[in-house]
């Protein structure tokens, strides 16, 4: 039985010695490919937010937090608005950026590598007049002091468009380039007459503004015949009293035109960063507002940017089943398993044909290996010269006697034993072939 047990360890040695450098070989490509091929997603992304006080900004912070929960690190960039931010994702400075229906087109976007992860919010065109001004129709703003943003916003460019179309041109008002703020500081001052910028409601500076004495928000009377002109602007009413029912604030309905605010990447973004992030907008954008019915955002609506593949499969059928019952990491990690399948698959059925036969060669060469010592001995007693012969059958008998000795001593496994026994027998032919056939030790 120890002898069995012998031989039984001995074929699992060479087992393992024999597809070692298979399993080593299918490791390494599997690793290769794990790493490679679906590389993990990025620890740091970073995103191109907005002016200070802006919804981008504030909305940029909630990502951030949304993000960090699965060990992200969101880096969040200040810039002008929604122009400076398209610049920064055409040049590859930012990851992701939020983006102002209008700023581009779908041509341009395609040309540029850009997706759309979903339309979040309308972000209205508020423009907020000094009491004073007695403008109730955009035509009468000429010869204004009117603050139109940086040109980085995109609100320039937008409320330009605007303009043109009541026949205003870029002469006839005084046109300003401070940034919102600033901006804010010098319409409560009396310096300029009014200011332009495109936010969503819940930025502090239009919550600031709308509660402010001695100023008033422009009534967008004719906003339906906007959205028939400039097709990637909506309608929208801002409802009396929704700012302070006990002050009726707005003492009336006020009609706005709105753009609507994109989350847009580079298509080189990581599919599971696509996927998480478009799950922290259903969360930080989905409910109920001024503007928007529950779950009416994010959208892959109002968009003139593709949806990246892994954002329209969100809307269409929610979460990843992985990540509805898993941690990010795990589930990304389960989600990538397929790499190694492919491997796998790939590797495993041509070496399956490979490694048996191996392992049967090198059982076997210790068997066949003492053959070719039998027949030196063979050759040696054939070529021996006459006066010689007996020392030198003596002298093969004891190399005879040794190799039995040794082969007396070979296990292997219990399958390839009739070949052990064969060589055996075939050492006793040469043996009773001699004239001194008896063992030395005999």
């Known amino acids: 039985m120890s002898k069995i047990l012998a031989f039984t360890r001995f074929s699992l040695r060479d087992l393992v010695v024999t597809a070692a450098p298979a399993v ?43 993000l960090l929960k699965h060990g992200i690190t969101l880096k969040l960039a200040p810039s002008q608005g929604s122009l400076d ?16 229906s209008g700023s581009t087109s779908e041509d341009e976007a395609g040309r ?32 204004l002091k009117l603050n139109l943003g940086p040109e980085g916003s995109g609100v320039p460019r937008l409320f330009r468009q605007v303009l043109d179309a009541n026949g205003v041109a870029p002469g006839d008002i005084t ?42 928000l422009f009534d967008f009377a004719q906003a339906e015949a906007y959205t ?20 009726d604030l707005p003492p009336h309905d006020v ?27 259903a969360q930080i954008h989905g409910g109920a507002g001024w503007f928007q019915q529950q779950g009416q955002f994010p959208s892959p609506r109002y968009t003139e940017i593709p949806v990246a593949h892994e954002a329209a499969r969100f809307y269409k059928d929610g979460p990843p089943l992985l990540q509805r019952y898993m941690s990010f990491w795990l589930a990304n990690f389960f989600d990538r398993m397929w790499v190694l399948v492919v491997a ?23 068997v066949f290996r003492w053959y070719g010592q039998l027949r030196a001995v063979e050759q040696a007693l054939a070529a021996a010269p006459p006066d010689r012969r007996d020392a030198v059958h003596a002298e093969q008998l004891a190399h ?8 007396n001593q070979v296990s292997i496994p219990l399958a390839f034993a009739d070949e052990l026994y064969g060589l055996r027998s075939h050492i006793n032919l040469v043996r009773q072939r001699m004239p001194n056939n008896q063992r030395s030790s005999d």
């Open 24 to 66: 080593l070989a299918v490791a390494a490509v599997c690793l290769l490919a794990y790493w490679l091929v679906d590389p993990m997603p990025p620890r740091v992304v970073t995103m191109s937010t907005g002016q200070e006080n802006s919804a981008y900004e504030v909305f940029g912070k909630k990502y951030a937090q949304a």
């Open 85 to 100: 931010n398209l610049q920064r994702l055409n040049s590859g400075n930012t990851d992701i950026a939020f983006v102002q």
């Open 112 to 143: 540029r590598g850009l997706t759309s992860i979903g339309s979040l919010f309308t972000e209205p065109v508020w423009l907020f007049l000094r009491d004073s001004v007695k403008a109730n129709e955009l035509k009468q703003l000429k010869g």
């Open 175 to 216: 046109a300003g380039a401070l940034e919102n703020t600033p901006a804010t500081v010098e319409l409560l001052e009396g310096r300029i007459d009014g200011l332009v910028f495109s936010s969503a409601p819940d930025a502090p500076l239009v919550q600031m503004l709308l509660m402010t004495p001695g100023i008033r």
């Open 228 to 247: 028939r002109r400039l097709p990637f602007l909506s309608h929208v009413v801002l409802p009396r009293g929704i700012v302070d029912l006990g002050r």
């Open 255 to 281: 009609h706005l035109i709105a753009p609507t605010a994109t989350l847009v990447a580079r298509d080189d973004l990581h599919p599971a960063l696509v996927d998480l992030l478009v799950q922290a907008a």
């Open 344 to 366: 796998l698959g790939a590797l495993i059925l041509p070496l399956s044909k490979i490694v048996p036969p191996l392992y049967v060669w090198r059982i076997r060469s210790r």
């Open 400 to 407: 005879l006697n040794d190799i039995e000795d040794k082969v």
